[in-house]
């Protein structure tokens, strides 16, 4: 009988032996365009915070005024003593802007998709998903009880045909927004059409669009006309925080406050961290002028990397994938680029399908001219 040592021993001896071996690195720190290490500065080009909000000074102070008002923590879940007025008026201030009855504060983007799907799913449904939704959907659409089924990226015959098989119980159609690791947009009228006609809800997941696309940052579904019965929006990329909310009725929030075990039994995120996204959801609605110096860095790098030794995927938004294919030569070219103090990681499988490693760059509305045209020098330099 094989022992737990042995076990995990064996496990990572087989994953230290190949590509896919993961390892974190510290650093001190970052100013929305520079990473900070012990071993120098480097331009960073694996952000999220397509905004540069995290370093707004406004969305700090209200951090701080808000850690002076009500501590740095909120010492229990919500529905114990953790759920102040500044999480209240949080909540009031995403549903009027993203036009929804109710929003719901979780303390992550995983947990929210998490808690949801098993909250309203039993075993007679089926959940229809997009095949490269976010791990956090796909993970608990195959824990769930429901029936599972993944139609295949933005294929609308793939999805109908799924939709078109009869099933007993309810129907939910999943998807994100803005794909995290190919940055192309879901068609969202499509889907929309679709699982109306099937009866079905959809949920979206617009980590990657709210902030950034559509009237005052609103998000994809804001863009493309369509409002899902469930709208999962997360604060780690544009708003520059962390956190998430869902957006829906009356209904379907006060049954999420009954039956979803991750809202129910989590800490709630700390009341001037609420604070200080109230802030950012200000700046946000303000930040037409932040959006549009991101939309002409993606413009700008977009016309000067034609010329790439790689392969560049179709994205027009702020997630800028660079398709390599072998993982090790994916890991090699990102430490190259470290080495020309340019920071962009190497997104391998199963994070991304077998094959389809990637440099994933991101662009945010801090980087200048002289900072993409560094890193499109750097490219040229290792793609030789």
């Known amino acids: ?64 005024q808000g850690a002076e008002q009500h501590g740095v923590g909120s010492g229990a879940s919500g529905h114990v003593t953790g759920y102040t007025v500044a999480h209240q008026v949080l909540e009031q201030q995403l549903a009027e802007w993203l036009g929804y009855s109710r929003a719901l504060l979780f303390i992550s983007g995983y947990a929210a998709n998490q808690g949801v799907i098993a909250a309203l799913m039993e075993k007679e449904d089926r959940i229809i998903a997009d095949r490269l939704s976010h791990a956090s959907l796909l993970e608990a659409a195959m824990l769930s ?6 139609f295949r990226h933005n294929n609308m015959g793939s999805l109908q045909r799924h939709l078109a ?78 956190g998430a909310a869902v957006l829906c009725d009356e209904q379907t929030a006060e049954y999420l406050l009954q039956y979803a075990r991750h809202l129910i039994y989590s800490t709630a995120m700390p009341p001037a961290q609420a604070i200080a996204l109230s802030e950012a959801v200000r700046q946000i609605r303000a930040g037409n002028e932040l959006r549009q110096r991101l939309q002409n860095n993606i413009r700008y790098f977009r016309h000067e990397a034609q010329h790439l030794p790689f392969v560049l995927m179709d994205s027009e938004t702020a997630i800028q994938p660079l398709i390599i294919g072998d993982n090790a030569r994916c890991t090699a070219l990102s430490d190259v680029l470290r080495q020309k103090k340019v920071w962009v990681k190497a997104i391998l499988p199963p994070t991304v399908p077998t094959a389809s490693a990637r440099l994933r760059i991101t662009l945010t509305a801090n980087h200048t001219r002289y900072d993409i045209d560094t890193l499109l020098e750097a490219l040229h330099g290792v793609g030789g």
């Open 1 to 64: 009988m094989m022992n737990w040592s042995d076990s995990l021993s064996r496990r990572l001896a087989e994953r230290r032996g190949t590509s896919l071996w993961r390892n974190r690195q510290v650093h001190q720190g970052s100013d929305g365009r520079l990473l900070f290490t012990s071993d120098g500065q480097y331009l960073n080009f694996s952000s999220n915070d397509y905004l540069g909000l995290s370093r707004h000074p406004r969305i700090i102070a209200a951090w701080q």
């Open 165 to 242: 098989k009869t099933g007993g119980g309810k129907t939910l159609v999943v998807t994100e927004g803005v794909f995290s690791m190919d940055g192309d947009c879901a068609p969202l009228g499509a889907i929309a059409q679709q699982a109306k006609a099937a009866a079905g809800w959809l949920m979206v997941d617009d980590a990657h669009g709210i902030g950034i696309h559509g009237d005052e940052g609103r998000g994809s579904c804001w863009m493309q006309n369509v409002k899902p019965e469930i709208l999962i929006i997360t604060f780690g990329k544009a708003f520059g925080l962390s």
């Open 145 to 150: 009880p429901a029936q599972y089924r993944r």
